[in-house]
């Protein structure tokens, strides 16, 4: 499949997505998947700013990401596919059945509520709840901020 | 006269407050510059930070890579606040220079950074100025 890594992060494009993943993974392509950018014209200027020319970004809904994912894993070029939150990936995920098999924890960062399980994986009990259940699906999921740093089974994260 | 611009330098782990020493050492304490580090943030808490670090004064934010976590934030931040200016690409040059013409408006001093920025960015020794001698 080209869809190389599904990434959780809530920083969504940025320099660990752009450089750190996407030089090594040679990406021709990367999917911002959140309903807000896709809405924003404003916002999405602003991420295609992050991206050099060589790299194609596409701005999708859950539901458009859902619909489009078999042509983006069918494309010649290795994509990355990007959401801002584990809700978003949940529903991707449920809108595809079955076909992300695995998910990178990339950046969820410190809110009032959430608890220090990595440096930059932070989770309210009800988020590592639902990592859980979408594990509980067959994804196998684990945290892993640029590909050189360890990956950290999900089982491992949560204790 | 008007309040002297406040600068604030946003950038990945330690880098803001490293260059800020650098100013220091250079053009001394009184730079008007502010640390903000993106370590462990999300864009809202990028963008608290800025509001905490400006407190509603001009200012210019100085940003480190231009499709990066800070310049995103920084460029939230100024939509919402005209009299913030962004500069990406953030380097010691703009930054010293910022410091005695903290007078200027943020968009010209925005302007003005990014003109001495680019400046201080050339090749020398072998490969640039005085290659020939």
């Known amino acids: 499949m080209?869809?190389?890594?599904?990434?959780?992060?809530?920083?969504?494009?940025?320099g660990q997505v752009v450089v750190g993943w996407g030089q090594p993974l040679g990406v021709g392509f990367i999917v911002l998947v959140d309903d807000e950018v896709r809405a924003s014209d404003w916002e999405q200027?602003?991420?295609?700013?992050?991206?050099?020319?060589?790299?194609?970004?596409?701005?999708?809904?859950?539901a458009e990401a859902t619909a489009q994912l078999p042509a983006w894993q069918a494309d010649g070029r290795k994509g990355i596919v990007?959401?801002?939150d584990i809700d978003g990936m949940t529903a991707l995920c449920a809108g595809v059945d079955g076909a992300i098999r695995a998910?990178?924890?990339?950046?969820?960062?410190?809110r009032e509520g959430r608890r220090e399980k990595l440096r930059y994986v932070y989770l309210t009990d009800e988020e590592a709840a639902k990592l859980r259940a979408l594990a509980g699906a067959g994804v196998e999921i684990t945290a892993q901020d640029v590909p050189t740093g360890r990956r950290v089974p999900l089982a491992e994260l949560l204790g | 006269m008007s309040e002297p611009l406040t600068g604030v330098v946003l950038a990945h782990a330690g880098l803001a407050g490293a260059l800020i020493a650098?100013?220091?050492?250079?053009?001394?304490?009184?730079?008007?510059?502010?640390?903000v580090s993106n370590i462990g943030c999300d864009r809202a808490a990028i963008v608290a930070h800025l509001e905490a670090a400006i407190a509603g004064r001009p200012a210019v934010v100085f940003a480190d890579m231009p499709g990066g976590s800070c310049a995103f934030g920084?460029?939230?931040?100024?939509?919402?606040?005209?009299?913030?200016?962004?500069v990406t690409g953030v380097n010691l040059a703009m930054l010293v220079d910022f410091v005695f013409h903290r007078s200027l408006g943020p968009a010209e001093a925005a302007t003005r950074a990014v003109a001495t920025g680019?400046?201080?960015?050339?090749?020398?020794?072998?490969?640039?100025?005085g290659a020939a001698r």
């Open chain 1, 2 to 14: 080209s869809v190389e890594l599904f990434r959780i992060d809530d920083r969504l494009i940025h």
């Open chain 1, 45 to 62: 200027e602003l991420y295609r700013m992050g991206v050099p020319p060589s790299v194609a970004v596409v701005f999708a809904s859950v």
């Open chain 1, 82 to 84: 990007l959401t801002g």
């Open chain 1, 103 to 110: 998910v990178n924890l990339g950046g969820i960062h410190f």
């Open chain 2, 22 to 35: 650098a100013v220091e050492e250079i053009a001394g304490a009184d730079h008007g510059l502010v640390a």
């Open chain 2, 74 to 86: 920084a460029a939230a931040y100024a939509r919402e606040h005209p009299d913030v200016g962004v």
């Open chain 2, 118 to 129: 680019r400046a201080a960015v050339m090749p020398i020794g072998r490969t640039g100025a």
